[in-house]
């Protein structure tokens, strides 16, 4: 479409130039006839002119603003400037001593506040050392108490096993006990040894018309030289826990002491 616009506007204009490019030479060749033909004119000058201070309007009204000095001019530190004679007269010091009063009334009850809650504080450290020596006191007394049953119970255990050695001393003692007496002659024999409570155990039946075995008369015989023998070497003695005393059947036979 372009294309065509243009070929119709340079048919239109009847020569072969575009009319951009004809507009383009026609303002070309106009300057150069105005440049050749006039005067050079100079619309503005490439160097300003720089703008004094004393001609700027914000630092005229900072001039004009008059200078003013403290009430007390020896806190500016200059050496020129005196405090005027009639200045104290111009202030009052009831509002600092008002001020100063107040500072103080508030820092005397801030004082008494820390000071009761600092007495608060001894006394709860004071309940809490209580406290924590009594508990460590009575754990003291615990650990005591604990140690001494620990101990008898050591000891208990230890008494368990004696009972329990002298338990199967008793189990290998009281059937040579029945067959010695077994071979003891009628009139010179024990009643039976009943210890179902210690032994948890049936006494054995002693048949008085039976003969004595001769394995078990050995057998009774060298149990008795060994017991014999123990209590020579041990210098062991064992008193009679309760004394008994047996009637035996016919009348003839005279009483005997066990």
Known sequence: MGNEQSVSASSSNGSGVSTSLSFLAGKRDSSLTN????????????????PTPADDQILKRFVEIPKFFPILRSALNQAGLRDPPDVTLKLSPRPILKFAYRLQDHL??????????????TSVIRNVDYALSSIISKLNERKKRFDRLSGELA???????????????????VPCVETLNEILPLEQRLPPLNLDRVLERTPAISSTESSPDPGAVSRAVRFAGALATTAITSNLHIEPVEEFTVIDKPSSIPQRRS
């Open 35 to 50: 440049k050749r033909s006039g005067p050079v004119v100079v619309v503005k000058s490439g160097i300003d002119s720089l």
């Open 108 to 121: 005397s009850q801030c004082a008494v506040t820390v000071v009761s809650e600092q007495d608060a504080l």
């Open 155 to 173: 000891s208990a255990r230890e008494i368990q096993a004696q009972m329990m050695n002298v338990r199967f001393l008793l189990e290998d003692v």
